[in-house]
């Protein structure tokens, strides 16, 4: 059975909620889905992962650190990520804020690794976006996220 990983930073519990939200989908569309805190993932976790999702506030246009010291640490599995389902979701103070440079900065890192990115060609294209607490908008994008990436990875893992 496909599985997958959402993996977060979160200190205000905004992209927390829309980590859960993505995870809850992916579970509820059949990918057997854990949702951790970045603090508590290890390389090991994200190789033992069919579908990878990222999510970060935004900082300056980039992920959080300790995001960035995940995709750091994962170099000495370099090639090992090729073919996995790969995504990406942030949050931010402002619009205009970075989020979608936060998710291509994230997206990079899992192109690089030879992941799977699938865009959405309604709603968040790059990925789901809040400014400040995820609202019902957001909520439905991380919801449809991960219904889409729960279906990329059956048809790739299944």
């Known amino acids: 059975m496909a599985n997958g990983l959402v993996v977060y930073y979160s200190r205000s519990g905004n992209t927390r909620q829309m980590a859960e939200t993505i ?16 603090a ?3 390389v090991d976790d994200l ?5 990878i999702v990222v999510g970060s506030p935004t900082y300056y246009g980039h992920m959080a650190a300790p995001l960035a010291k995940l995709f750091d640490d994962s170099v000495s599995k370099h090639g090992k990520f ?14 205009g ?6 998710i291509l900065n994230m997206t990079h890192a899992l192109l690089i690794h030879g ?12 990925g789901p976006v809040s400014i400040g607490k995820p609202d019902d908008r957001v909520i439905k994008q991380c919801s449809r996220r991960g219904k889409r990436i729960a279906e990329l990875t059956k048809k790739h893992f299944s």
Do not use: L
Request: net charge negative.
């Open 40 to 42: 508590d993932t290890s």
């Open 97 to 102: 804020g970075g989020n979608e440079t936060t």
């Open 47 to 51: 190789m033992a992962a069919d579908a």
């Open 82 to 95: 090729d073919g996995k389902i790969g995504a990406a979701f942030s949050s931010s103070a402002n619009i």
């Open 23 to 38: 995870a809850e989908s992916m579970n509820n569309e059949g990918v057997a889905t854990k949702c951790k805190s970045v």
């Open 115 to 126: 992941m799977i990115i699938q865009g959405d060609p309604q709603g968040d294209h790059y």
